[in-house]
């Protein structure tokens, strides 16, 4: 497994190198770096900081020069906060990846137990429930579901009953003050965590039924019913085991997209994570964070991919790890 790793992220180099190319020729196309040094600035001082950042050589020259900086940890200045880039991403990096792993784990777990419920119970009234609520929720969009369930479990409550509402900030565990996971952390995450699974749920668990059908009405399912094995035991050894393996890569996929992908959700709730740190940095054409940002979300990209092959073939015997 170690080497099947190692092999994979070799090749995965080549695919980096040439994304963060491509990515690093469309910002410098679209953004000028010193725009804001150049209003009212002393002609001598921009061209000193043109040298300093080699934007007088060519692109490929400073793709170099950007890529060695960003290896030894150097990642400048922002030009919206002239605050240092590195704790800036950091620090969202770290927000958007316990909002993930809260609610992919929630959403995970949840949307399995409907999948399984549903493909036990086919065509029941509890799947045809659970059908119909996941057509919603995949109909719905995130802010307005996000708007939806402030004003149900925030605002209404304390109107109507004078309830403490759920809070409408978001504190992290790297949060001043804050003292790890107690009941106050996990307030401030209900609602963030709520509006990230409903659209989690309603595609997954669709995606898991239909799964456990297929594993359900497989070749090896029918041949166990035959010798006479126990229905339990043929339903989670054999079926269930088997429709988990494309239900881990489903949920490893769309965890890689939602480590950038969360820009309406951390903008709704004032959530400093990386989804808001890129729309505020595109606004105001930093380039300094922009790079790193979409360089971070593509390593991203490629680690859950590594982890979805290797779940993938753990879970099912006849994938083989070469």
Same mark, same amino acid.
């Given at each position: 497994?170690?080497? +099947?790793?190692?092999?994979?992220?070799?090749?995965?180099?080549?695919?980096?190198?040439?994304?963060?190319?491509?990515?690093?020729?469309?910002?410098?196309?679209?953004?000028?770096?010193?725009?804001?040094?150049?209003?009212?600035?002393?002609? #001598?001082?921009?061209? $000193?900081?043109?040298?300093?950042?080699?934007?007088? =050589?060519?692109?490929? $020259?400073?793709?170099?020069?950007?890529?060695?900086?960003?290896?030894?940890?150097?990642?400048?200045?922002?030009?919206?906060?002239?605050?240092?880039?590195?704790?800036?991403?950091?620090?969202?990096?770290?927000?958007?990846?316990?909002?993930?792993?809260?609610?992919?784990?929630? #959403?995970?777990?949840? #949307?399995?137990?409907?999948?399984?419920?549903?493909?036990?119970?086919?065509?029941?009234?509890?799947?045809?429930?659970?059908?119909?609520?996941?057509?919603?929720?995949?109909?719905? @969009? @995130?802010?307005?579901?996000?708007?939806?369930?402030?004003?149900?479990?925030?605002?209404?409550?304390?109107?109507?009953?004078?309830?403490? $509402?759920?809070?409408? +900030?978001?504190?992290?565990?790297?949060?001043?003050?804050?003292?790890?996971?107690?009941?106050?952390?996990?307030?401030?995450?209900?609602? @963030?965590?709520?509006?990230?699974?409903?659209?989690?749920?309603?595609?997954?668990?669709? +995606?898991?039924?239909?799964?456990?059908? $297929?594993?359900?009405?497989?070749?090896?399912?029918?041949?166990?019913?035959?010798?006479? %094995?126990?229905?339990?035991?043929?339903?989670?050894?054999?079926?269930?085991?088997?429709?988990?393996?494309?239900? %881990?890569?489903?949920?490893?996929?769309?965890?890689?997209?939602?480590?950038?992908?969360?820009? %309406?959700?951390?903008?709704?709730?004032?959530?400093?994570?990386?989804? =808001?740190?890129?729309?505020?940095?595109?606004?105001?054409?930093?380039?300094?964070?922009?790079?790193?940002?979409?360089?971070?979300?593509?390593?991203?990209?490629?680690?859950?991919?590594?982890?979805?092959?290797?779940?993938?073939?753990?879970?099912?015997?006849?994938?083989?790890?070469?």
């Amino acid at each position: 497994m170690l080497t +099947f790793a190692g092999r994979r992220l070799l090749y995965s180099l080549p695919v980096v190198v040439l994304a963060s190319f491509i990515l690093f020729v469309g910002v410098r196309a679209t953004f000028d770096p010193l725009a804001k040094l150049r209003q009212g600035r002393d002609p #001598a001082v921009v061209a $000193e900081q043109v040298a300093r950042l080699g934007l007088d =050589r060519s692109i490929v $020259e400073q793709y170099g020069l950007w890529m060695k900086a960003f290896l030894t940890g150097d990642w400048g200045m922002s030009t919206r906060t002239d605050g240092a880039v590195l704790p800036m991403v950091a620090s969202a990096l770290g927000t958007t990846i316990q909002l993930i792993v809260w609610g992919v784990l929630f #959403a995970a777990l949840l #949307a399995l137990a409907i999948g399984v419920y549903s493909a036990a119970r086919q065509y029941s009234a509890g799947d045809h429930l659970f059908t119909g609520l996941s057509y919603l929720g995949v109909a719905l @969009p @995130p802010f307005w579901c996000g708007l939806i369930l402030i004003q149900a479990l925030s605002v209404w409550p304390r109107q109507q009953f004078g309830l403490a $509402e759920p809070p409408l +900030f978001f504190i992290g565990l790297h949060s001043p003050g804050h003292s790890g996971f107690d009941a106050d952390y996990f307030r401030h995450l209900a609602l @963030p965590v709520l509006t990230l699974t409903v659209g989690l749920v309603a595609s997954w668990s669709r +995606f898991s039924r239909a799964a456990l059908l $297929e594993a359900l009405s497989s070749d090896y399912v029918r041949t166990a019913r035959a010798k006479g %094995v126990p229905r339990g035991r043929v339903f989670i050894r054999h079926a269930l085991r088997n429709s988990l393996a494309p239900f %881990v890569t489903v949920v490893a996929l769309d965890s890689a997209i939602l480590v950038g992908g969360l820009v %309406v959700t951390e903008q709704i709730y004032a959530i400093p994570g990386m989804g =808001r740190l890129f729309l505020d940095s595109l606004i105001a054409g930093d380039v300094f964070v922009l790079l790193p940002w979409m360089l971070i979300t593509a390593l991203a990209m490629i680690l859950l991919n590594l982890l979805a092959d290797i779940g993938y073939a753990a879970l099912d015997p006849r994938v083989a790890l070469r």
